[in-house]
């Protein structure tokens, strides 16, 4: 606490931007360089010889080099050009780095992936104009080398891009980024929706650039005389203007990257802050967190009361603390080691795809298996669990179509699941609805144990604004579908953090709706259904 060091050195926790800061890049590939040697030299301790190797180390092993193999030889060597690129015109010494980037594409690999989901926000210094063309130029077409990209930057992002260059006195640079920016606008549809969403700001331009009367057409015209002449310092000069009011957020709706809306891209970031341990909850928000003992759902919990953490109140998130044991915790981890595989998702209803076979894809990088209920015969303590979590939830689990089998699923470093929600009737095309989905209705609640400790990998929820933190033992309980059961509810989109160290294990069961009509007294009344989701767990004080 009292040694001194000079400013320069401080590094904040909360302000890391890799996407924008060389410093906060290289620190981040030093530390991923760490974690993978730690990671392969415990496996290598514990597999002299392959006979020798425990089953968890030995999958995970092969699964590493697996992802090695097939990263290596197509897809790295464009992004590894793009990669030394960056390195060159930004401020990274290459052997400070801690290894040879030519010699471990798949870490560079990794590690350009993670910059491409923290893209903006960008910052606002005038020092890295540099780094941000090099950016610039690698997302401007959403294609980093052959690998597809989340999104191309959006006129805002360019615009704000601009706004860097264009304080740094970098006036080529500014107007490049303006003019990608308008060229990004897709023949000026954004700019007729700003005109239509925000005359007033439009009207500040119209007075500022022209004096003409605004239309579509001549909008762009005097934005092009505007990039024309901006460079001119005269001009400069004269114009107070804050470019960003130029391009306010369009509406949620808009569609920016080809089927990809604005909100998806706005929730993305708010995903890879909030994975980043940024604070974006204000002070109203976190009035409603909360912890307590509860004994309410079932008389066992009078003895045991259950340890509640409210993460929200409306929707509802729920941690339950120590609810499993670390003895059943291994068990159930053993339970599915032996043939696990690697997740797939179901094909969305947008997708081309016919089949209903889910497949291997880059929002879920995990691996996973399942425990069917019949396995309670011959697996006590699997049993006891089932029992616990229809009575935590007080939910009818007892028949096959309660709930589904319990999916286990593991990350290891680097692995993550891309925000989502679980509910599938929306999203799966009708025909790929399985018998056993129409008989048991859509994922009312998610049950989620966390079955290992940690670092990073917490689950986020970007509309909520809310990070839990992983805790070895604990439940996190939400709702998928609104009190009519029907309705998508869209504010509990989540996804898993990418891990930065261990492995995480997961254990979700997913409640269905149909079979809890049984338990619900008096469906009909809309009072009721509206109440019912907070007050089956939430102390009402
Ligand atoms: O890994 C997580 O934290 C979230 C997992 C998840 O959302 C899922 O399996 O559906
Ligand atoms: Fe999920």
Not at 286 to 293: E, F, I, S, T
Request: net charge neutral; glycine share 4%; proline share 5%.
């Amino acid at each position: 606490k009292y040694v001194t060091t000079s400013p320069h050195h401080v590094v904040s926790n909360t302000e890391l931007n890799y996407a924008s800061s060389p410093v906060d890049f290289k620190n981040l590939i030093i530390l991923e360089s760490q974690i993978v040697h730690h990671f392969l030299n415990t496996i290598w301790k514990k597999c002299d010889t392959a006979s020798n190797c425990s089953v968890p180390d030995h999958v995970l092993l092969h699964r590493y080099m697996d992802d090695f193999e097939a990263t290596i030889l197509k897809d790295v060597k464009m992004d590894l050009d793009l990669f030394h690129l960056l390195i060159n015109r930004s401020l990274i010494d290459l052997n400070g780095l801690g290894f040879d980037a030519a010699k471990h594409p798949l870490k560079v690999y990794k590690t350009i992936q993670r910059m491409i989901n923290i893209l903006p926000p960008l910052i606002n210094s005038t020092e890295y104009t540099n780094d941000m063309q090099e950016i610039k130029k690698i997302f401007l077409k959403g294609k980093l080398g052959n690998m597809e990209t989340n999104c191309v930057l959006s006129p805002q992002d360019l615009v704000k891009l601009g706004n860097v260059a264009f304080s740094d006195e970098s006036y080529a640079q500014a107007v490049d980024a303006f003019v990608a920016a308008k060229s990004n606008m897709r023949n000026g549809s954004l700019l007729e929706r700003a005109i239509k969403y925000h005359d007033i700001k439009l009207d500040k331009i119209k007075s500022l650039i022209s004096y003409n009367d605004i239309h579509v057409d001549s909008g762009l015209l005097l934005f092009d005389a505007f990039l024309h002449n901006m460079t001119h310092p005269n001009f400069i000069n004269r114009i107070p203007l804050k470019l960003e009011t130029m391009f306010p957020d369009p509406p949620a709706d808009t569609d920016v990257c080809g089927g990809i809306k604005y909100e998806a891209i706005q929730n993305g970031y708010i995903f890879e802050k909030l994975c980043r341990g940024e604070d974006v909850k204000t002070r109203k928000d976190k009035m409603h967190l909360k912890c307590y003992y509860s004994s309410k759902s079932h008389p066992e919990f009078i003895l045991k009361p259950l340890k509640i953490e409210v993460h929200n109140k409306n929707p509802l998130l729920i941690q339950y603390h120590n609810i499993l044991s670390e003895q059943d915790m291994q068990q159930y981890r053993d339970q599915v080691n032996k043939d696990m595989k690697i997740s797939k998702t179901t094909p969305s209803i947008r997708s081309q795809e016919n089949k209903k076979t889910p497949r291997i894809s880059r929002q879920r990088t995990s691996s996973g298996g399942w425990i069917q209920d019949s396995s309670s015969k011959t697996f006590p303590t699997f049993n006891k669990l089932l029992h616990k979590i229809g009575r935590i939830l007080q939910v009818d689990i007892s028949k096959e179509t309660g709930s589904e089998m319990m999916q286990i699923a593991a990350y290891s470093p680097g692995a993550h699941y891309a925000p989502h929600t679980d509910a599938i009737f929306e999203y799966k095309a009708e025909e790929r609805l399985e018998p056993f989905d129409l008989l048991s209705g859509d994922r009312i609640m998610t049950f989620m144990i966390y079955l290992s400790d940690v670092e990073e990998g917490g689950t986020a929820f970007p509309i909520l604004k809310t990070l839990v933190h992983p805790s070895k033992g604990s439940a996190l309980m939400w709702y998928n579908v609104q009190p009519d059961v029907e309705t998508i509810d869209r504010r509990t989109l989540h996804g898993g953090c990418s891990v930065l160290y261990g492995v995480k294990w997961i254990a979700n069961k997913w409640i269905r709706s149909k079979d809890q009509f049984q338990t619900l007294k008096c469906p009909a009344s809309k009072q009721f259904m509206e109440s019912w989701p907070l007050e089956m767990h939430i102390d009402m004080e």
